[in-house]
């Protein structure tokens, strides 16, 4: 089984089929969202 784990937060964005344990990392929506505004962040 894979999962994706968010690289900011770590929480789990979501699991998919896979023949062996893998492990992604990348963004999840919030986490996403933050970065395209958090240049306004103060
Ligand atoms: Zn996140």
Do not use: W
């Amino acid at each position: 089984m894979g999962t994706i784990i968010c690289q900011s937060c770590d929480a789990t964005i979501e699991h998919f089929e896979v023949e062996k344990v893998t492990t992604l990392y990348s963004n999840c929506p919030n986490c996403k969202k933050q970065r395209k505004t958090g240049q306004k962040q103060s």
